[in-house]
C-alpha cells in the first residue's frame, strides 16, 4: 500500500497526558499536512510541511501542540496535557509540489487518529 | 464568518432524481475550488476539481461562479453509493509559506434512498 498511511488509528487517553501521532506520507510527495476534524465539521488546517520545514501553523495549533517532521519524510503530531477538547479525528494529507505549467496536485489524505480525551 | 460555508443538510434524495447545493466563500482572494467527498468515518477524497468555466464528470458537473463567490454541485441519476458529505475546499495563500492551503466547508450530507 502506497497510500498516506497513519497510526494509530484510535487513541484514548485521559486528560492531562501527552499523545503522540505519526504520519507516513506518499514517499515522493515533499508537501504534508495535519487537518483536525471534528464530527459535523469539515476538516481544520493546523499546519505545513514542505520537506522538513514546518512553514505555517494555524492559529488552532496552540503551545500544547508540536509537529515535526525531521528528515522530511514521516511526520509526528504531540499535543501535551490533554484536554477533553483535543478529542477529534487528527487527519494527515501528503501532496506533490506542482511544478510550473502542471496541474494541481491533490491531497491525499491517511485514514486519520481519532483522539478520545476522557 | 467562516471561510467557506454549506448547507449541512441531508439532502434526502430519491434514487435516480437530480440534487445539487452551493458552498459560498468569503475570500475572493481564493484561487482554487475544489469537491471532496467524504463517507462516513472515512478521510476525504477529491471529487472534482472546479473551473471557471464549469466542468462535467459523468454524472457530476460543478461551476464555479467568482461575482457571487459560490460554487455549485449536481448531481444526475443518484445512485445509493452516492451518499456521502461532500466537502467544498478553496485554496488561501498561506500567511508565511509560499503555496495555498486547503480550507474545508463544513460539508452537505446527501443520503440517497430506493
Known amino acids: 500500500d502506497t497510500g498516506v498511511s497513519q497510526n494509530p488509528r484510535h487513541k484514548i487517553t485521559k486528560r492531562g497526558q501527552n499523545v503522540t501521532f505519526r504520519c507516513d506520507p506518499i514517499s515522493e510527495h515533499n508537501r504534508l499536512y495535519w487537518y483536525r476534524q471534528t464530527l459535523g465539521q469539515g476538516p481544520e488546517f493546523l499546519t505545513y510541511f514542505q520537506n522538513e520545514a514546518q512553514l505555517e501553523k494555524s492559529r488552532l495549533l496552540s503551545d500544547r501542540f508540536s509537529a515535526e517532521r525531521p528528515k522530511g519524510s514521516f511526520s509526528t503530531l504531540e499535543i501535551q496535557r490533554t484536554e477533553q477538547g483535543d478529542s477529534a479525528m487528527y487527519l494527515c494529507?501528503?501532496?506533490?509540489?506542482?511544478?510550473?505549467?502542471?496541474?494541481?496536485?491533490?491531497?491525499?489524505f491517511g485514514n486519520g487518529t481519532r483522539l478520545t480525551v476522557t | 464568518r467562516k471561510e467557506v460555508e454549506q448547507d449541512p443538510g441531508p439532502f434526502n434524495v430519491p434514487e435516480g432524481a437530480t440534487v445539487a447545493f452551493n458552498c459560498t466563500y468569503s475570500?475572493?482572494?481564493?484561487?482554487?475550488f475544489f469537491w471532496y467527498r467524504q463517507d462516513c468515518r472515512k478521510e476525504p477524497k477529491l471529487l472534482m476539481s472546479?473551473?471557471?468555466s464549469g466542468n462535467e464528470d459523468g454524472r457530476f458537473t460543478a461551476q464555479l461562479n467568482r461575482a457571487s463567490q459560490y460554487i455549485s454541485l449536481l448531481i444526475r441519476d443518484s445512485k445509493l453509493s452516492d451518499s456521502a458529505t461532500y466537502l467544498c475546499v478553496v485554496t488561501l495563500p498561506m500567511i508565511k509559506a509560499a503555496g495555498n492551503k486547503l480550507t474545508f466547508g463544513g460539508g452537505t450530507r446527501v443520503l440517497v434512498k430506493p
Open positions: 472546479v473551473y471557471s
Open positions: 494529507a501528503s501532496s506533490a509540489q506542482q511544478g510550473l505549467g502542471t496541474a494541481y496536485s491533490p491531497l491525499h
Open positions: 475570500n475572493s482572494a481564493s484561487q482554487s
